[in-house]
């Protein structure tokens, strides 16, 4: 059987490259609302921890955000995602994809909000003093100060941590959503030839990490640009 054969009768036929356009889509969708997700609380989780560094306050907060991200790098994505879905929502008649959202969401806000944070403590205390002197509090020395340099500086940090979340969704499956490397699976099972499914997998996922590396550096000389202008 030639290659374009063999193309046919494991891609094309029975329409099964439809589970990997389901895949696709799964994917994308799962990355993207769990990149949300993840940024968002990884911010409030960061500004949660060094608020405290600074003032001392919120102490009760910043102990619960302390265990949070110890818990979540502590154990690996796949647990967290087996037990979010077969044991806090085991009684509970939900979305897969909703499930698979919030776990991703809450693993990547874990290690968001690390990156956030030594970005904070990057920046110079003596801006942070010169603020202060001005009569700023501290979201507003941290919204208009503080963030979009701390963010300018771990943009690369954060960058391979989506990269990495993007990926990381292939575990999915392990719940039962068809994703990329689910969906490979299943063609694979019903023709026994795994090369051509899991070489378009493979495929796809370089072709969606290339461009998000390339939207990412893209940004980046952007956000340099912007930075000069306003020096200059």
Partial sequence: MSIVDSFYQSIIVDQRYQYILEGLKNTLLIAFFALFLGLSLGILIALIRNSYKETKKHKILNILCTFYVTIIRGTPTVLQLMIIYYVIFKQVNISVIFVGVLSFGLNSAAYVSEIIRAGIESIDKGQKEAAHSLGLNYLQLMRYIILPQAIKNVLPAL???????????????????????????????????????????AIIYLILTLGLSKLLKLLERKMNLHADVVES
């Fill in 159 to 201: 960058g391979n941590e989506f990269i990495t979340l993007l990926k990381e969704t292939s575990v999915a499956g392990y719940i039962g959503i068809i994703e990329l490397v689910k969906a490979s699976d299943i063609i694979a099972s019903n023709t026994y030839d795994y090369f051509f499914p899991l070489i378009i997998v």
